[in-house]
């Protein structure tokens, strides 16, 4: 087969696909992985083949002016997702104007944005190169739009909660029940535009995928209908090195505290301050590893004696030593540590945090505090219940067996094959068998 992996130029999205895209290169398949022109070296970092589409743009740079330019988005960086998408946070939050105004605000300042730079040379490449089949990310969404221009199956690859598929589960369950005359729907339009322009019309798929894999544990996923293929997360985070001080078991109890790379590599801060956890873990017997680096290190007044600073450690690598993890709740982080059955301290404030902090918390092997309200005397005392009290470890434990149950990427491929074999569009079927 031919794949075609579609990312936005956003590391923490596609780095959660590189896995899957090198099993499926491993078993003979052709893969591309499209981007923005500057992401290209992410891509090709990771021996993969980047094919370079539209016109090179900020993300974040472009969310920080649109978020400037329309006050009647709910868009809150500080208090997890933003509307629609927090109906997945909080469901009292389903009703039908909430929804559409919702959606509405976030096309216009979010998904356009994103979309628009990259689409046509997308949709141009995809009917030249022809993929069997698409894999996107689901803020992606020139990805559906060039697998339907050119008739490739197409899946969305999940690299959070699937906030995205839960919420349109419920506009649609709201709209169904209105009187047809009001049952406006601005993604479907918004969506069904691009479609048109290149011989296509809206369908579900274009929204939430053919189907959806998806990396998180069943214990941890949102409830949904909507058809998925579980997969094991495996931890990539770029090229690393691992330093010699980690070839040595820890002497003392060894707790990670880190930010991850997002938020934090976009000046987006993460709702507390790094001093303030350290100083509050000063007096433990334990040793934290504190991945702090550039200007946050530069806005430390102190350092403990008991933490150790480093600007970047590869985390699978850092994973196995330690005995507790505090982060800000971001998928690969969390899940980095759970394959390695480490209790954690969760502390989100961003998009989907707190309700993976929610979930995490359900399952037993994790403690969730927001961020709003990570005191140091809450920080110190969360650490010493996850460090004290077996019953964390026992279900972070059993939360590892659920994550290393899911096929790896590799026992995925052939099922990928079968779904690409049966949604193929007929045409496309007819212009693969004739394809040099």
Known sequence: MRVLFVANPE????????????????????????????????????????VPVGRDYDLWELLRRSMHTVEDWSYRPDFGLPAPYDVAQDAERADWRHLTEGYAGIIHQWHRPATFPMTAALVRFARAWRPDLVLWEPLAMAGPIAAQACGAAHGRLLWSVDAFGRTREEFLRLRDARPEAERSDPLAEWLGGHARL??????????????TID?????????????????RFVPYGGPAVVPRWLWRAPERPRVALTMGISSTAHGGGHGFEVQDVLDSLADLDVEVVATVGGEQREG?????????????????ALAPSCDL???????????TMAQHGV?????PWDFDGPTLGRLAAAQGGSLSVGAERATPAVVREAVVRLLG???????????REECLTQPAPNELVPR??????AFRSPARRRAVSNRP
């Open 300 to 316: 430390l007044s102190r350092v403990p004696d008991n933490a150790r600073l480093v600007s970047y450690v590869p985390l699978h």
């Open 325 to 335: 993890a505090v982060h800000h709740a971001g998928y690969g982080t969390f899940l």
């Open 198 to 211: 290149y011989g296509g019309a809206y369908s579900e798929d274009l929204a939430t995928g053919q189907f």
């Open 11 to 50: 590391r923490a999205h596609a780095l959660a696909m590189m896995p899957l895209a090198w099993a499926l290169r491993t078993a003979g398949h052709e893969v591309r992985f499209a981007s923005s022109p500057w992401f290209s070296d992410v891509i090709t970092q990771a021996g993969l083949t980047a």
């Open 343 to 347: 209790p954690q301290l969760l502390l």
């Open 389 to 399: 009290e077996p019953g964390f470890r026992e279900r972070a434990a059993a939360l």
């Open 215 to 231: 990396q998180l544990p069943a214990s941890l996923r949102l409830e949904s209908g909507l058809p998925s293929l579980p997969m």
């Open 416 to 421: 990928l094959e079968e779904l690409t074999a």
